[in-house]
């Protein structure tokens, strides 16, 4: 299509203006091709903007892909280093979740938007298997599926203990037929808590019954009995209740005063094995018992046995006394006889005894060497935990308790011993408290005596000099305790649990409190002893000697004093709750300096002075309390 283009003016624009003077027409002639030209090229342009060209080009998409054929890949090219799988399993730290899983598992703050348009049936075709119907689980069964490996329960008493285990089994039973194997300690102690089982008997089985499980031969259970040996109370497991809460009201008790426990667990495995090999049944061992075991180089062998036939271990026991071997238990014998504090082997909660056992000089500190530490004893804790099973408090004793969920983050170390004491090795500071605990433990550590008669001088002297012998030799054990302290505290940064951070700073400010108060007690007897001061009334006739909050000492036990605050301070305001702050709190309950005070005490007046009539009196007093009749309740029994 041609354009039109229209025809140059042949004179310029200037000369067609007309001259001045010239006639109206003759401009007017001269512009109209102008005006014409204008609007021709006008309606040109605008004809041109209304064509549109559309031009089709074929651009067909065509995807290549190629697959590579790659050699054959040997499993001897990647060569795997051993010493990474060696602390695989319960015994190691490979459940330790990395931090790109935890990223990976992280659930975000916003779901996925839905994608509202739906896809197209014709291309989306899923081939589908034909599969078997799957039942619905049981809804209690997804509420019983609880992690409960390596915990210490406190389900209120021994009442609450056997609801528990009630429970335990009902959910077994869910699952498979069930063995339940009642291993009782035989101990005199422990009397009262077998019978209160046995009167529970038919009631764990009156909740399986209402829960219908456990009948037509699903539960059968068998009852043996443990002390210097293990007794099989049942030859073979039964279905009866009535004759299992028979057999334990009858059980006869064990005088050797020893706990075999842990063989005991290795033998009434290797017993009734079959059940579990041949029967395919879920065994569970019920150990009821108060206290540690005796066979404690044992537990690594039962623990082996459980855990290769698969059966889990509970315990109905008492909480460990906080860093101590020893608790208390009141009990009354077969002849009716009670027996009140008597001393057990409940503890430590530990392998080692990680506590200084150190007294509290001029504080009060009754019951805090009862105190529960939440756990219970550390191999009997450790068989459940390796079995999958729990430990159940039934008794805490009568000291200072605490809260399980406060104590949730200061769990002892259930390792084995092996990799505990490598701990030790590669942790000066972790060596350096066990050592320093096992030092304390072989001291002997004097009670200061705070009275003292000063009616003559010569009494006066005689008191102090005797005071003061035991703290010669105490003041070289506590300096062996702080030095062996100090050793570890370039590696106190690396303590990786609270509870060994609390157990170490509590070491350390109660040695350097001790031992500021150890030389000022010395320091003050010795003054006293040389230059006594006058009474300032005339009716004094002693001296006592308490706690002050001024210090007359040098330089370097005052900067004792100083880091025994920041040390206890710190565990106070780091471990709020626990063990460890209570016993800071208690040991800076009292200033740690000394003064002394006069007072007046009930002092004898010499035999010569009395009367004839008196001395007849006192003597008769005497002979009436030696023919008392007195019932001798003979030598304390051994539990």
Not at 20 to 28: D, F, I, M, Q, R
Not at 260 to 287: D, G, H, L, P, Q
Not at 391 to 399: F, K, P, Q, T
Request: aromatic residues 8%; hydrophobic residues 40%.
């Amino acid at each position: 299509m041609k354009i039109p283009v229209a025809e140059p003016i042949a004179e310029p624009i200037a000369e067609s203006v007309a001259e001045p003077g010239t006639p109206a027409a003759s401009a007017t002639s001269t512009t109209v091709p102008f005006v014409v030209s204008l609007g021709v090229h006008v309606l040109l342009l605008l004809g041109l903007a209304s064509i549109v060209r559309v031009t089709f080009v074929d651009q067909t998409l065509v995807l290549q892909s190629e697959i590579e054929e790659q050699d054959e890949i040997a499993l001897e090219d990647f060569e795997l280093d051993a010493k990474h799988f060696e602390d695989v399993g319960n015994e190691g730290d490979a459940n330790l979740i990395s931090e790109s899983m935890a990223i990976a598992t992280h659930v975000g703050p916003e779901s996925p938007r839905e994608i509202e348009q739906p896809l197209d049936k014709d291309v989306l075709v899923i081939d589908v298997l034909p599969t078997e119907e799957l039942p619905e689980p049981n809804e209690t069964d997804l509420l019983e599926k609880v992690d409960t490996t390596g915990t210490t329960e406190h389900p209120g008493g021994v009442d609450g203990a056997i609801d528990r285990i009630a429970f335990e089994i009902a959910a077994s039973l869910r699952e498979n037929k069930t063995l339940v194997i009642w291993l009782f300690d035989a101990s005199l102690s422990l009397k009262s808590r077998r019978v209160a089982i046995a009167d529970r008997f038919e009631n764990i089985y009156r909740q399986l019954e209402d829960q219908k499980v456990g009948a037509n031969g699903d539960l059968v259970t068998a009852v043996s009995a443990f002390g210097e040996s293990t007794s099989f109370l049942t030859e073979a497991p039964v279905e009866d209740v009535a004759s299992v809460a028979k057999v334990v009201r009858k059980l006869s008790p064990d005088v050797s005063g020893k706990e075999n426990v842990f063989r005991a667990v290795a033998e009434v495995t290797e017993k009734w094995k079959s059940y579990r090999t041949k029967e395919r049944r879920s065994v569970m061992i019920v150990v009821v018992t108060d206290e540690r075991g005796d066979d404690f180089e044992y537990v690594e062998r039962a623990i082996e046995l459980v855990r290769k036939r698969g059966i889990r271990v509970f315990c109905i026991g008492n909480a460990a006394v906080f860093g101590r071997e020893k608790g208390y238990v009141n009990f009354t014998d077969a002849k009716g006889t009670r027996w009140d504090n008597r001393p057990v082997d409940q503890g430590p909660e530990t392998v080692r005894a990680e506590r200084l056992q150190l007294p509290f000089w001029g504080a009060k500190a009754g019951g805090l060497e009862r105190m529960s530490a939440t756990y219970g004893p550390y191999a009997l804790t450790r068989l459940c935990t390796e079995s999958d099973g729990l430990y159940l408090v039934a008794d805490e004793n009568r000291g200072p308790r605490f809260d399980p969920e406060v104590m949730r983050d200061y769990p002892p170390d259930y390792r084995p011993i092996a990799r505990y004491e490598r701990d030790l090795e590669s942790n000066l500071a972790k060596g350096a408290l066990i050592r320093a605990a096992q030092i304390n433990r072989a001291t002997k550590v004097p009670t200061p005596r705070v009275r003292f008669r000063a009616d003559t001088d010569a009494n006066l002297r005689k008191g102090m000099v005797d005071a003061q012998k035991p703290f010669a030799e105490f003041d070289h054990h506590l300096k062996e305790i702080h030095q062996s302290l100090e050793r570890g505290e370039k590696d106190r940064e690396q303590l990786d649990t609270p509870r060994w951070r609390a157990s170490y700073d509590l070491a350390m400010g109660r040695i350097l409190a001790m031992r500021v108060r150890a030389y000022g007690y010395n320091l003050a007897l010795a003054e006293m002893k040389t230059t006594p001061p006058k009474f300032e009334r005339d009716a004094s006739n002693m001296w006592r000697i308490a706690p002050t909050a001024e210090m007359d000492a040098p330089p370097m036990i005052r900067r004792m004093a100083k880091q025994s605050q920041e040390y206890l301070d710190r565990v106070i305001d780091e471990h709020a709750g626990t063990p460890w702050a209570m016993l800071a709190q208690r040991e800076l309950s009292e200033p740690m300096g000394w003064a002394w005070k006069e007072g007046k005490m009930y002092i004898a007046p010499p035999a010569s002075s009395k009367s004839r009539k008196q001395l007849e009196f006192e003597e008769e007093e005497k002979k009436r309390e030696r023919n008392k009749p007195k019932r001798d309740p003979g030598p304390p029994p051994n539990l």
